[in-house]
């Protein structure tokens, strides 16, 4: 696809990370349909993953790290969600959870983030990603013992469970006047206390294998907290973390959608005579989509993440949501009949891109935030 008029593409700035993705995006997309329709999860993708260098390809490079930053990590995912949405999406939970201390170590100095980054670079860990279950409402308990806090809980959404190596998560404190905060920790995926089940039998985004992760009485030592914050209200590291993921996680839906542009362009210049109105539809769709997300990007390089940013992101995300689903939808319709063979490639595609309407900012709640930002209102508590 081409890149919008006057601005530079991703690829030109990151040629690396983005020529190791297109190198790997053949092998993914030749298996990506067996994955699918087993409810398998795409491990021997993340093993191509990890041994190409994508795992710390956010990792900054004084630190060991490829020093991708989001405007190319963006551009590796999208190019990963063309060939296979699973693999790209679980992957873009681990890119996101590197890409923030990654990040706040680069442009406010936080040296605290310094050892994991180096952990990630020299042994490839894999960080998962507990955001279904951990909003700004957070979720689960954690109860204050001497040296730290024991943590029950159950976390839903972990994409990529199974090859993860430390679940990046949270869990709510209630102190005894009834105040409750979020206590933020790394939960490593090898304790007893830490079990995955079984869970993830779903419509699309079938090879993410996003189960559920239980956690029963695992012990927090105090050093082992990152930050605690207000339970129900926006904190700072949340406005970064809402500022960054976001445009690496909706890189991969842009690129399912573009693929099944491509898919339905294919099967409609073999028709005898084409629906060209859908076509320009279709593209029409797609490209809005694609600036949305490019807008997306404009809010994270002004590298200043606050609420004012967080609406922007999550406007960006609403609209390349609607526009990406509607652009699969009609290439759906271009296609026609072909496109209800598993083996076209598109319906699973159409299953899959409908995971973009779940992410948070959910449509409402985020209108609600945008409204409250153009009022003038606070956006503390809208989630």
Request: include cysteine; aromatic fraction near 6%; glycine fraction near 10%.
């Amino acid at each position: 696809m081409k890149t919008l008029a006057g601005l530079p593409s991703a690829s030109e700035a990151a040629p690396d990370v983005v020529e190791i993705a297109t190198s790997l995006a053949p092998s993914l997309a030749g298996r990506s349909a067996e994955i699918d329709q087993n409810d398998r999860f795409v491990a021997e993708n993340y093993a191509l993953l990890k041994e190409a260098g994508l795992v710390e390809a956010g990792v900054p490079a004084e630190l060991g790290g490829g020093g991708a930053e989001v405007p190319e990590l963006a551009e590796m995912l999208r190019i990963l969600g063309r060939a296979c949405g699973s693999t790209a999406l679980a992957f873009s939970m681990h890119t996101h959870q590197v890409a923030i201390p990654a990040w706040r170590w680069r442009h406010q100095k936080v040296a605290a983030a310094e050892p994991l980054l180096k952990r990630i670079a020299a042994e490839r860990i894999i960080l998962l990603s507990s955001g279904g279950s951990d909003w700004i409402g957070g979720s689960g308990k954690a109860e204050k013992v001497e040296g730290g806090y024991r943590v029950t809980a159950r976390k839903v959404f972990t994409s990529g469970a199974e090859a993860g190596n430390v679940l990046m998560t949270g869990a709510i404190h209630e102190a005894e006047d009834g105040t409750r905060s979020v206590i933020h920790f790394g939960a490593p995926m090898k304790a007893p206390e830490v079990r995955i089940e079984d869970t993830w039998r779903t419509m699309g985004m079938r090879g993410t294998a996003s189960n559920d992760v239980v956690i029963e009485n695992l012990l927090v030592p105090d050093a082992g907290v990152a930050f605690s914050r207000k339970a129900g209200e926006w904190h700072p590291v949340f406005q970064i973390i809402a500022t960054i993921a976001f445009p690496l996680i909706y890189a991969v839906y842009l690129g399912v959608a573009e693929s099944a542009r491509d898919i339905a362009i294919d099967i409609a210049k073999r028709k005898p005579q084409p629906d060209l109105s859908l076509a320009g539809r279709m593209d029409t769709e797609l490209r809005a989509a694609q600036i949305a997300h490019r807008w997306m990007l404009e809010a994270v390089a002004r590298n200043a993440p606050s609420a004012d940013t967080v609406n922007e992101v999550m406007i960006g995300r609403t609209l390349v949501a609607r526009h990406a689903i509607a652009a699969v939808e009609l290439a759906m319709e271009l296609a026609g009949g072909a496109s209800f063979y598993r083996a076209n490639g598109l319906e699973r595609r159409f299953r899959d891109i409908q995971g973009a309407r779940f992410h948070p900012l959910q449509a409402g709640p985020q209108a609600v935030y945008a409204g409250a930002t153009a009022l003038g209102l606070s956006t503390a508590t809208v989630f």
